[in-house]
C-alpha cells in the first residue's frame, strides 16, 4: 500500500508541475505553433516556492533570450530575478524584483561582459546609477527606459483625439446614441510611426472602425529609447465615444 501511495504521490505531482508551452509571434501576440516566427514560453516551478513560478523564453532558433520570477502562475507580476541574454547565451540584463516593482539592482552588460549600467531601486524609486563604457570607464548617466509619447504629451494627445475623432454617421442616422470605450493596441516604430493597430476590447463595430481610423493617422510619436537606442514597443489606448 505505501508502494502504491508513493507511486500515486509522484504520478500527481507530475501533473501538477507539467511544464505549458505558448508561442508568440514577434509583437508579443499568442499564435499557433504553426506560425513561421514565434517564440515559446516554457514555465517551471521554483523550488523555493509551491506558488512562484519560473518562465523562460526562447527566441525562434531555440536560444534562451528572458528567464524571469513571476509571484504565480498568471505571469503578471515578477517577484525575484530577471535575466536577459543576447543570441549567443551571454547576459544582457539582469534585475531583482518585489511584488512588481524594481527593488534593488538594475544591471545591463556590454557584448564583451562589462558592466554598462548599474541601477538602484528601492520599490520603483530610482536612488542613483552609474553607466560605463565599453572598457568599463565611467560615463555621464543617461536613463534606461524613456517611454514612446505623443508629440507635444498628453494635452497635445487629448486635443488630436478631439479634433480627429468623429461619431459614426450610421448611428446618428438610425438616432442611436452609444457610448463606451474603445481599447486599441498599436506598435510605435523606431522612428515613431504607427503600426499593427488591432482591437484589443470594442463595443460597437461602427466604433471600433472609427477609433482604428484615427489610431493609424495619428502623427508619429516619441519613440521608445532603450540603453540610449530607439526600440519598437507596443502600446494599448482607450478611446471614448459618448
Not at 29 to 49: A, F, H, L, N, Q
Not at 76 to 95: M, P
Not at 194 to 212: R, S
Request: glycine share 8%; proline share 5%; with cysteine.
Amino acid at each position: 500500500m505505501k508502494k502504491l501511495f508513493t507511486s500515486l504521490f509522484l504520478f500527481i505531482s507530475l501533473i501538477s508541475f507539467a511544464q505549458e508551452i505558448t508561442y508568440y509571434n514577434e509583437d508579443g501576440e499568442k499564435v499557433g505553433k504553426e506560425e513561421p516566427y514565434y517564440r515559446s514560453e516554457i514555465t517551471v516551478p521554483d523550488s523555493s516556492s509551491k506558488k512562484q513560478v519560473i518562465v523562460k523564453r526562447f527566441r525562434p532558433d531555440g536560444s534562451l533570450a528572458t528567464w524571469d520570477t513571476y509571484k504565480n502562475k498568471n505571469k503578471k507580476v515578477r517577484n525575484g530575478l530577471s535575466f536577459q541574454f543576447d543570441s549567443l547565451g551571454k547576459k544582457e540584463y539582469e534585475a531583482t524584483h518585489l511584488e512588481g516593482k524594481l527593488d534593488g539592482y538594475l544591471k545591463t552588460f556590454w557584448p564583451n561582459g562589462v558592466l554598462k549600467r548599474w541601477d538602484r531601486y528601492d520599490f520603483d524609486a530610482f536612488q542613483g546609477g552609474s553607466c560605463f563604457d565599453i572598457e568599463g570607464k565611467e560615463v555621464a548617466y543617461y536613463k534606461f527606459l524613456q517611454p514612446a509619447h505623443f508629440m507635444g504629451g498628453p494635452k497635445a494627445y487629448t486635443l488630436y483625439l478631439m479634433s480627429s475623432l468623429v461619431y459614426p454617421e450610421s448611428l446618428l442616422k438610425q438616432q442611436r446614441i452609444v457610448t463606451g470605450q474603445v481599447f486599441v493596441s498599436f506598435v510605435v516604430e523606431k522612428d515613431g510611426t504607427i503600426t499593427n493597430a488591432k482591437i484589443v476590447k470594442g463595443f460597437h463595430p461602427d466604433c471600433d472602425l472609427e477609433a482604428i481610423r484615427v489610431v493609424i493617422n495619428m502623427p508619429r510619436w516619441v519613440p521608445t529609447i532603450l540603453e540610449g537606442k530607439a526600440v519598437r514597443s507596443r502600446f494599448t489606448q482607450p478611446i471614448t465615444f459618448k
